[in-house]
Structure formats: structure tokens, C-alpha cells
């Protein structure tokens, strides 16, 4: 979690991922911070192998050899969809990787992803409203 934390602030945003988070373990709702507003998404961890011989399978090229797969998922809130793309653009970014986005079906590099979050950051800043959540132990 040190490591996706640091490439966060490297790139310039301010999500706290939930530190005590064991980044082995991820399954479900990891609860972050963004601009000091709780929110969150869904994270796991897949079979990267089967995941990428299925997408293959489905005509799509996603590069590779790969050695680890993530699915983020989040609900519709403006805060948790920034949230998201920072999270998987840093982390594909530190570890070599790439997006793969299946809502809008095409394969993406982190320095995309990340440039997506950044301006949706700067586009909804003042509309985002007050948090779904608040996550105390988040701090």
C-alpha cells in the first residue's frame, strides 16, 4: 500500500488510500480520501492469466506477458469515479502496466487514465457536494 500511496502523491493527487488496508488481501470496498472527503471503490485481485485469455478470446489485445490483474469498480458518485482512475492510472503507472476499461471497451496506458482523473478533478472541484461517507479511520 506504501508503494500505489507514494505513486498517488507522485502524480499529484490527494487520495489517501485506508493505510491499514493489507494490499495482499484486497477484496471489496477500500475506503480512501479524496481532498479529505470519504469515498471509496471496489478492488480485487484476478487471475491475471484467465483474465487475460478471456479478453483475448474476445478480440482484444491487452499487451502482456502480465504477472498480476486488479478490477476496480465504483458506483456512479462523481468523487468515487476520480477516485477509481487515479487509483488504477498510479497503479498501473508504478508497476508497468495498463487499463483495461470494459465500460468503454478499449485498452488504455496510466498516463491517459491519470490525465482522465486529473481533469475530471479540475472540472467537478467546487461541484462535488459532501461525501457519500466518512471514513475516520481513513485519516
Avoid: N
Wanted: glycine share 12%.
Amino acid at each position: 500500500m506504501r508503494e500505489w500511496q507514494a505513486g498517488l502523491d507522485a502524480d499529484g493527487f490527494d487520495l489517501l488510500l485506508y493505510q491499514s488496508a493489507v494490499f495482499e488481501e484486497l477484496s471489496g470496498f477500500l475506503p480512501v480520501r479524496l481532498d479529505g472527503a470519504g469515498t471509496g471503490f471496489e478492488v480485487f485481485h484476478e487471475d491475471c492469466a484467465a483474465l487475460v485469455s478471456e479478453l483475448g478470446e474476445e478480440g482484444w489485445d491487452v499487451g502482456g506477458p502480465w504477472q498480476y490483474a486488479m478490477s476496480f469498480y465504483f458506483g456512479g458518485d462523481s468523487r468515487e469515479l476520480i477516485s477509481v482512475l487515479a487509483a488504477a492510472g498510479s497503479y498501473a503507472r508504478i508497476t508497468g502496466g495498463i487499463v483495461f476499461d470494459g465500460e468503454e471497451a478499449k485498452v488504455q496506458q496510466p498516463a491517459e487514465v491519470l490525465e482522465e482523473a486529473r481533469r475530471l478533478r479540475d472540472s467537478y472541484k467546487d461541484k462535488l457536494g459532501a461525501p457519500r461517507y466518512e471514513w475516520r479511520d481513513a485519516q
